[in-house]
């Protein structure tokens, strides 16, 4: 399946389906389109001993494919890394028209994204990604590195020549990485299309190796076309996009109290979402069926209490730190109804007993 990302700069294919990697009918029309001098790979350490060989054999056909080796983790979306990577780019001497090829999850994706958005002023770039989580990433342009001060503190909107979605890839992905990038394909669900809700259900309480690769590409394709209309609607995120943020005001806090690494990003924002449904329900005062909620991510194997270790005021001074808010109010996403989202300013003390109850 192929579904085209649009706006009016960019254009661009989400290919999605098995064995992709080594695809000549997708690779041939790359190809084709952007006539590389060569290629420069950039992937982990857990991504390449699975994947490099496949995909280096298959771009051999085409052009010199070099390629660069990153640890695996948030720590590579370093300057150090991104400067490694330049240098590397810079004594190979690759030129305009050597392509960047982003394999692996979203730390790969932002940091090979950046790498190309800058590189000679930039050069094309295809992402490969291999993790469920990376799916957002597709869409939206946004490539970049962390700096002490804050993740994804520098960066660019750099749009990706395209997106080569191997499903194959996701079997070998860790079960708790798998359970991250479903709560971003459930957060799809909630604020726009409530029956992928129900087909992630069905899908998650198989075993990922059992999993059909038709009924993941079939979530893949949808939670990507939620995320595509409304940025195509938001580009530069002045307004829908901050629907995005649903589940994220109270998650990035739980990261944030909890110390990154201890809990993925997709759990935390789990998390926040169960509570956002709650104060939502108090806030329009309506029935979500927040409880039932609850209980079917748990049987998914989701925590969906917040951890005991963090405090809930500090938690609130948190929101309000979020970037994504005003000074005193906190501004989250809830949801009148299923499907429906809306950006609201709530009173901090109203959050603030609704996530004492939450506590574990
Ligand atoms: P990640 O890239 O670190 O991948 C998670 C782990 O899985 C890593 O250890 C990786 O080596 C391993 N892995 C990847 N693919 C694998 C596979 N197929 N089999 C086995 N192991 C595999 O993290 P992620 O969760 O994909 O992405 C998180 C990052 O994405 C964050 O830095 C976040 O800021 C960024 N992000 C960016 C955007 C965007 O719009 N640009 C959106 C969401 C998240
Ligand atoms: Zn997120």
Redesign the pocket.
Known sequence: QTLMVESDTFRYPIHIGSNLLQSNQVWDGLVKQLSPSSFFIIT????AK?YLDRLQSQLEQYAQTDYMVVE???AS?SFVTYERLLTYALKQGFDRSTVIIAL???????LAGFTAATYLRGVPYIQIP??L??H??SV?G??GINHSEG??MIGAFYQPAAVIYDVT??K???EH?WR??MAEVIKHGFIQNTKLLQSVKRTVSTPIGDINAESIENILYTSIDVKRQIVERDEKEKGERAFLNFGHTVGHAIEAELGYGEIT?GEAVMIGMMVALKVSEHYYEVDLASNSWCEDMKSLGFSVRIPASCDSRSLIERMKRDKKSLQSDIRMVLLPSLGVPNLVKVDSTFIENILKEELE
Do not use: F, W
Not at 44 to 47: A, H
Not at 104 to 110: A, I, N, R, S, T
């Open positions: 982990d350490t857990n991504v699975r695996a983790g948030e979306k692996g999850g979203g730390v790969v994706g932002d291999t993790t989580l990376a957002d990433s939206g946004k490539t993740k994804n890839t996701l070998t992905l860790p990485e991250s990038g990003h």
